[in-house]
């Protein structure tokens, strides 16, 4: 399913989408590393043209108000190209359809770029098809460690894993799972906060830092 529901007539409305819009920055790899936050959907559609997105998870949630019962849907997306970006979230909405679109606009404000490498010493460099380093994430009572795994190995993972670490473009891995691995929400965000714990250790130190400067001006 392709996720880029978005025309040619997006109009920019922060700095970084001025920046794409007017051709100064034409990759992903360098808005995420221009500092500046990340906040239209578009903008991602119009660097990562046809994202796949996954639906994880749908969950009905009950909530007591003043006038009564109400019943929203809560839905966990994750969205990637498969070839080295990822980005998750959840959403939540009266209706099924606009729970899933909420999240996937969202996974893509998420987006991160997955460090990948070759998975084992053994292979020659410039390899991605597992990870550079172990990676461990954690999300409620959850923890998720992914391990490099050289060429050939393939995805040793439960489905919920897999599904995330195939849209991130890993396609060798071993892993482990503790905590309430049933629960697929934290298994889900689990699994992306090991990624993305891969990703920021390696984020220029200055690029976090005009990162943080920037969210505060703004």
């Known amino acids: 399913m392709s996720s880029n529901d978005y025309g040619d007539g997006w109009e920019p409305r922060t700095r970084l ?12 790899k360098a808005a995420l590393e221009s500092g500046l936050p990340l906040k ?14 996954e639906v994880l998870d749908i969950n009905m949630v009950q909530r007591m108000t003043d006038s009564g019962r109400r019943v929203k849907f809560r839905c966990v ?50 390899g991605v098809n597992s990870l550079t380093r172990k990676a461990t994430g954690k999300a409620g009572s959850v923890t998720v460690e992914v391990i490099p795994a050289p060429q050939g190995l393939g995805l040793a993972a439960a489905p919920t894993v897999r599904n995330i670490l195939e849209l991130a473009g890993v396609q060798d891995a071993w892993t482990k799972s503790t905590g309430n691995t049933r629960t697929t929400v934290n298994l889900a965000k689990a699994t992306y906060n090991a990624l993305q714990n891969a990703s920021q250790s390696r984020t220029p130190r200055r690029a976090r830092r005009k990162q943080r400067e920037t969210e505060v001006n703004e």
């Open 17 to 28: 989408g001025r920046k794409v819009q007017d051709g100064d920055i034409t990759s992903m």
């Open 77 to 126: 997306v994750a969205v990637g190209n498969r070839d080295g970006y990822l980005g998750y979230a959840e959403g939540r909405d009266d209706q099924v359809g606009s729970a899933i679109q909420k999240a996937i606009d969202v996974a893509k404000l998420n987006i991160i770029e997955v460090d990948r490498g070759s998975g084992s010493w053994e292979d020659r460099a410039g």
């Open 40 to 53: 239209e959907a578009e903008l991602v559609d119009q660097l990562l043209p046809g994202l796949d997105d």
